[in-house]
């Protein structure tokens, strides 16, 4: 096997080695949501560990990626195992030695170190996810790293369909006792797996003496070297800072048209879009110019965000989600390219870092201010409000057309967003880089490399 094929076959280890890590984390942390909620019967307390999980994803995002651009990356993702496994390990142990009352009452500190534990194994997991983001630059040649994040996309797809499908079932039929147990033995074995993989990296440029832990400047200083990716940074930001309208508001308008067994069930269906585009992505690529394609794909997104709500239609709902499912995979892997691109591999960690923060800090804060707006304002607005009186012959009337209206707001601003994204000079300069660059990486060797197939 020639040293091209040998790295790809590494690199479709190391996916098929986070798509374990990646169900595991997902899979308690869902179950534990299920269970909380099942025990306490508090919504608040639901809330507080999915906006919790958000903002430690967020924060953590530049600390995970200070830390593999210092390190080897199979090394960062060995941590990662072994803070996870610690993690669990200790949650199983509070919840063995904790009375079970103790764990129903919202009140009690014990729940919520047990929560606590169970978060930070999960977010533990990111730290993997940093890593083998900058792997596609290490081990994937330059005109095939598109292809390669979109194997990525798929892989999140079909953890979460799994995920989706298996925390309910196991809170379930086995209750959290044993999905914790569960948890453990995954991870260790995905651990012990990620041992018997090797691959030759670069040997990490030394951490100067006192260097932070977190370096924000060193960030900063690697966004503002390439001309546009400032401007491409914050525009994804943007695009999930309306994007939390959905977060915090999906749920009830899909329960005003449906029953809850029906909206779990259409939930799963709609993460096969995820999964279609991924593939779709890693069998044809993104183009010659990602930065359109991000941009693009963006257009038809926030079209379907702002059509679907306009009649209250289950149909037309989850036509919009599958949309929005089908073309996130297209919009992560275009940006990741680009970063792949045009950075240094020695600085992509933390650019990837810096990006993952900002931007999955954005969705939880409007999720926050959204959820009372909508309740307090909005949704009396079109109930029996001048909205009900000057649109509500033909969009409807009710609390849920309140929500429709939040919906189709958000959608229209990202579309002109988006319109004035693709005209702008940042763009032009941000594609005209691309094209450019030289890559960040020397390639592995090209002869007799297959082509990169989406397997496990």
């Known amino acids: 096997m020639d040293e091209g094929a040998r790295q790809l076959r590494t690199f479709h280890r190391l996916v098929a080695n986070g798509l374990g890590a990646n169900v595991t984390n997902n899979f308690l942390w869902f179950a534990l949501t299920f269970w909380v909620y099942l025990g306490t019967r508090s919504v608040i307390a639901t809330s507080v560990i999915g906006g919790g999980y958000m903002l430690l994803l967020a924060a953590s995002g530049l600390a995970f990626g200070t830390f593999v651009d210092r390190h080897r990356r199979r090394a960062a993702m060995l941590l990662s195992s072994a803070l ?31 929560v606590t534990l169970v978060l930070a194994g999960a977010i533990a997991g990111n730290l993997r996810i940093v890593a083998l983001t900058t792997t596609v630059t290490l081990l994937v040649p330059e005109g095939r790293r598109d292809r390669a994040n979109g194997l990525i996309g798929t892989v999140s797809g079909v953890g979460f369909a799994l995920t989706s499908v298996f925390s309910g079932l196991a809170i379930g039929r086995l209750g959290m006792g ?59 930001t943007i695009n999930n800072f309306l994007g939390g309208a959905f977060l915090a508001l999906m749920d009830p308008y899909g329960l005003s048209l449906t029953s809850v067994e029906t909206w779990g069930l259409l939930w799963g269906v709609v993460s096969l879009g995820f999964i279609a585009g991924g593939v779709v992505v890693a069998r044809r690529g993104l183009g010659a110019n990602p930065v359109r394609t991000l941009l693009l794909a963006n257009l038809v997104l926030w079209t379907a965000c702002a059509l679907f709500p306009l009649r209250s239609s289950i149909v037309l709902l989850t036509l ?72 509500g012959g033909w969009f409807g009337t009710g609390p849920d057309r309140g929500i429709a209206l939040v919906f189709v707001v958000a959608g229209v601003i990202g579309l002109v967003l988006t319109a004035l994204a693709l005209r702008s000079r940042a763009a032009a300069r941000l594609s005209a880089r691309y094209t450019a660059a030289a890559p960040a990486q020397p390639d592995p060797p090209l002869a007799g490399t297959p082509a990169l197939v989406v397997q496990a």
């Open 84 to 114: 996870s496994l610690g993690a669990y390990l200790a949650a199983g142990a509070v919840y063995a030695w904790a009375p079970a009352e103790a764990l129903r009452d919202p009140a009690d500190p014990r729940l919520w170190v047990l």
């Open 178 to 236: 044993w999905s914790l147990a569960l948890g453990v033995a995954l991870t260790a074995a995905t651990a012990l797996h990620l041992l018997t993989i090797r691959m030759d990296e670069p040997t990490p440029e030394p951490v100067a003496a006192g260097a932070a832990a977190v370096d924000l400047r060193g960030a900063l200083r690697a966004v503002r070297a390439v001309d546009g990716l400032a401007a491409l940074l914050a525009f994804t």
């Open 320 to 391: 919009g989600m599958l949309a929005f499912m089908a073309l996130m995979p297209v919009v992560e892997a275009s940006e990741q390219t680009v970063i792949q691109r045009v950075v240094p591999f020695g600085e992509q960690g933390r650019v990837f870092g810096l990006a993952q923060s900002v931007e999955t800090a954005a969705s939880p804060v409007t999720a926050f201010l959204l959820g009372p707006i909508a309740q307090l304002w909005v949704m009396p607005f079109m109930a029996d409000g001048a909205g009900a009186r000057a649109i």
